[in-house]
């Protein structure tokens, strides 16, 4: 028998995870001086309450469903890529160099092949790790976090070396040529209500094609499965025929390449330019929402959707409540990454223990 | 013994429950002081669930526990220490790189420093070792030992925190026959010192040949407790499934025909280059089934694995029906050998055969899933189609409850073994290795799943099964070949053959060298 209801798994327990995390983070709003209550309505309505909100709530979503979604299939091979954030940032790199180098006729163009230079480098990123633990078996966690910083050194190297604009300050590439622009949801659906200068563009579609395509590969394809039965028991997937490296191989690729299209929300969709950090923590972000979200595409996409609104109504906070610092707003997104994802067991075993008693009785 | 002296073990009324599931049922024991008591049952009828209740593990829902005439209450196994019980687990809890005195200290430490205890220890323990014939150096390794030499450092481990009751679980599925009876005469001889055991086996032939008494469990209820003298194995057989059992295996004599597996001069080295099968050569023919007896980790494991392409080879070839598998790089691999005709039931079916997480249907297609009839298309499986061939695979094998659709982890040790037999026989497969058939499986499941591989041996295919129980090497084989230390010490028929002589080669031991 299940030690408990499917349904408790999938939303009883990362929901009263996050009730836990808010409470805790009331109390640290209470101790500086400011009402829990109104910081949490500010923050409710600055993220979902206008049209401006959600223009920025759902941009931060993008981010986090391709972060999230490259992690959770990292995980379904049991891989813990925490190297999100630097793939994503060398996917910035691929669209850069995409967007730069060819006269673009039109935005969809633009956007397959910057998908694909996104995709591609940041899965090539992903590579060397995957491979030293394949072969070497050198461990992910740690070469994928060390390679977070690799990429970040690489990343300021060549713009202020090689892709700075001469004369100019910035370490940031040109701006892209104006038919690289991606349409944004003001340009799409104007009727929305949505500002011209909303950050939430075309990109979003792209991650929610994501999240099917990984629904599909995970569960109707047998690569999927391989992934899967790999993921759960190495020995058997030995027995099985199922050939190690090529899972690991692959599903790190698949991640890598996930975390890349971030990019092309943020560095092509946003920035229209590539700065020195395009991906802004987006990618410790997917491990928290990929925790979040069991690894399911469907949950990945509410836990992203759940910091976009902490990101976005933080921002509102700290404008609308002077004595909540930026710092402030750090501990209390720290809170909730904490209690969704590293503190889940202190939650399962007791409410199991309910469910088992409730049985019992029943 | 007087009537007015209390037993040592006196159970009343012991219920418990995990969820739904009623583990134990109201159970009463009465143990003597002095003597073997042997639990019988199968697997799930709630032996474990009772020993750990004794042992501190679980807390009972109801019912008393009485030591020596004492109500004692048990939480946790320092009080079951504190009371005089100790246990001799199945998986030894040792640590394998420290020495026998340092393990047998090890959480009864008389102080901060360590001499002392080790200095008391070593001269307890010589004195535990001439007095009950448990032959152990204090100064030696733990992993350089013996698997029986360490169940006697566990024995050790107990008697010297003052254990009067010892409780032993299976223990002698990990040893020779020798070493078993070696067992049985410690056990006897700790029991005329007064010491009161608990034997736990589903081996009827050792609660025949120990016990005193005996008591029968099943389905979480004690069903019989009887004198060992008055009773017999077909008796507590049938008190244990509930119905009349075969013991034996029926099965006509064998026809066999070409040769499918050769074998010659196989070789296989493991992570740290250790030989670990010194030149097999072995030939089985259709119709025919080869067992392979020895004592866990003589060989047997790596032999099935090189065969299932779950490991290389470093030398030797392999043919199957007169042609060379290819043993080589990356194209030897589980996918290659399910191509040539070879299926294959790991030993452990949890760790191996099945995805616990994965629902039946998905176990059923497991190795198998590159098959044609499983894709819908270049890029999709049919798992529609899956799920029907599930249903249907599972109403031949009789796999209860036959619902594709649950997890392969809810289903019991009897039925998951059911789906890997038939997932593995109904493909037909020219050779079958299967190994520890039915191991941690309830007798009733013995039965079919013996009948099965009769059943593919009599048309026509081949069959090595690898087994560390005897009687069923001995039941089923049509020739037996004995492994020791990555070897074939030699081959016999079962006719002309018994345990004592399979024993003798199982330890290394050669006629001709003797």
Redesign the interface.
Known sequence: ??KMPKWADIALIPFINLVLALVVSGLVVLYIGESPWEAMSVMVRGSIGSAYGWGYTLYYATNFIFTGLAVAVAFHARMFNIGGEGQAAIGGLGVAIVCLSVPWPHWTIALLAATAGAAAFGAAWAAIPAYLQAKRGSHIVITTIMFNFIASALLVYLLVNVFRVPGSMAPETARFADPTHLPNAYDMAPWLGFSRSTPLNVSFLVALAACVGVW?LIW???LG??I??YG??Q??A??????PLRIIMISMLISGGLSGLLAINSVMGEAERLVIDPVQGAGFVGIAVALMGRSHPVGVFLAALLFGMLYQGGAELEFEMPSVSREMLLVIQALVIMFTGALDNMVRMPVERIF?RL??GG | MTDTEPYAIELKGISK?????QANKDISLHVRKGAIHGIVGENGAGKSTLMSILYGFYKADAGEIIINGQPTLIPDSQAAIRAGIGMVHQHFKLVENFTVVENVILGAEDGAMLQPSITKARRVLKELSDEYELHVDPDSVVEEISVGHQQRVEILKQLYRHADILILDEPTGVLTPAEADHLFRILNGLRDQGKTIILITHKLREIMEITDTVSVMRRGEMTATVQTADTSPEQLAELMVGRKVLLRVDKAPANPGEVVLDVTDLQVRDDQKVERLKGISLQIRAGEILGIAGVAGNGQSELLEVL???IPAAGGTISINGERIDLTG?AS??????ARGIA?V?E?RQ????????MAW?NM???Y??DPEY?KNR???D?AALKQDTADKMERFDVRPPNPML?AK?FSGGNQQKIVVAREIERNPDLLLIGQPTRGVDIGAIEFIHKQIIALRDQGKAILLVSVELEEILSLSDRIAVMFDGKIMGERLPADTNEGELGLLMAGVTKGAA
């Open positions: 028998m299940d599909l109707r394809t047998r499965y391989e899967r039965a759960h028991s020995t058997a030995v027995y099985a025929g199922i050939n088992l049985r019992k | 429950a995990f969820g739904p599931v299932g392409g779950m990356t691999d589980g996918q290659s050998r399910r294959h790991p452990d760790k191996e055969g099945l995805i616990m997480p994965f998905e297609g497991f190795g899933h590159h894709q890029l999709f499986m798992n997890e809810n």
